[in-house]
C-alpha cells in the first residue's frame, strides 16, 4: 500500500487507489498522509466515491502512458503516469478545472492547419491500436519507442518519434496519439470516446466511424469543446 510525500508532490500506487472505490471508509493511513496536502481528503473520497471516471491514454515520443481522473463530489483526482510502473501522481483539482486537465494530458495546442487544408482518408483499427502497443507486444513496424525509466508527463513535450511513426499518423505526419473513455458510475449509458491523432506539422485528426472509420481534419478549438463537454454529460449538476 502506497500513498506517500515525494517533495511537494502526493505518490499513490494503482494498486492502493483501486481498493479505495467502493470502500466504507478511507483508510486512516491514507487519510493521515492525504491530510498533508491541500484538498488530499477530498481527492481520496473522489476515489472512494466517484461520480465519473475518465481514462486518457497518450501515444508520444516519450512512450505509452495511461492517466485517469476520477471527479467526486467536491474535487476530481487526476492520476498522472509519470512512467514509474504502478506509481501515479496525484493532483486534486476543482471539477470545473477537468477540462483543462484533459486538455494537457493530450497536448492540445495551436495547430498551423486549418481542416479546409485537408481531406477525411479511412484508417484501420490496427493501424490505431498500434499507437499503444508497448514493449515486445508492438508490431515490428509500428514505429513506437519502449518507456524508458524517467520520463515527462507523456503529451506535453512535442517532438518526433525516434523510429518512424505509428501506420495510423504516417499518411498524414502525426507523431503521437491518444484516446479517451469516459463513464459516469453507476449509469447503463454507454461511455463517452474520443480518439485522435496530432503533429506540428500534421495538425490534429480525430477519428471518426459514419460508418467506417475515418480520420476527419478538426481543430484545437473542437476538441476543446468537446473536453469541456465531458463532465456536463457524465455528471450533470443536480
Do not use: I, K, N
Request: glycine share 10%; aromatic share 4%.
Amino acid at each position: 500500500m502506497t500513498l506517500r510525500l515525494e517533495g511537494d508532490a502526493l505518490l499513490v500506487d494503482t494498486g492502493t487507489w483501486a481498493r479505495l472505490a467502493g470502500a466504507e471508509q478511507v483508510d486512516p493511513e491514507l487519510a493521515q498522509v492525504a491530510a498533508d496536502v491541500p484538498g488530499g481528503e477530498q481527492a481520496l473520497e473522489a476515489g472512494r466515491d466517484p461520480r465519473a471516471v475518465v481514462q486518457v491514454q497518450t501515444a508520444t515520443p516519450g512512450g505509452v502512458f495511461t492517466h485517469e481522473a476520477w471527479v467526486g463530489e467536491d474535487a476530481v483526482a487526476v492520476l498522472l503516469d509519470l512512467g514509474r510502473g504502478d506509481e501515479r501522481r496525484l493532483l486534486v483539482l476543482p471539477p470545473d478545472h477537468l477540462a483543462a486537465s484533459l486538455a494537457r494530458m493530450v497536448g492540445l495546442a495551436p495547430r498551423a492547419h486549418a481542416p479546409a487544408d485537408r481531406e477525411p482518408r479511412p484508417v484501420s483499427e490496427s493501424d490505431l491500436e498500434a499507437w499503444f502497443a508497448q514493449g515486445e507486444e508492438a508490431p515490428a513496424d509500428a514505429g513506437m519507442p519502449q518507456r524508458p525509466v524517467e520520463v515527462g508527463q507523456g503529451a506535453e513535450s512535442h517532438g518526433t518519434l525516434s523510429v518512424g511513426r505509428a501506420g495510423a499518423g504516417e499518411s498524414v505526419g502525426a507523431d503521437r496519439a491518444w484516446r479517451l473513455v469516459a463513464a459516469a458510475v453507476g449509469s447503463d449509458d454507454a461511455p463517452l470516446m474520443l480518439a485522435a491523432v496530432d503533429g506540428r506539422d500534421s495538425g490534429l485528426w480525430v477519428v471518426g466511424a459514419d460508418p467506417d472509420l475515418r480520420l476527419v481534419p478538426v481543430t484545437p478549438t473542437e476538441v476543446w469543446r468537446e473536453l469541456a463537454s465531458v463532465l456536463p454529460a457524465l455528471a450533470p449538476p443536480p
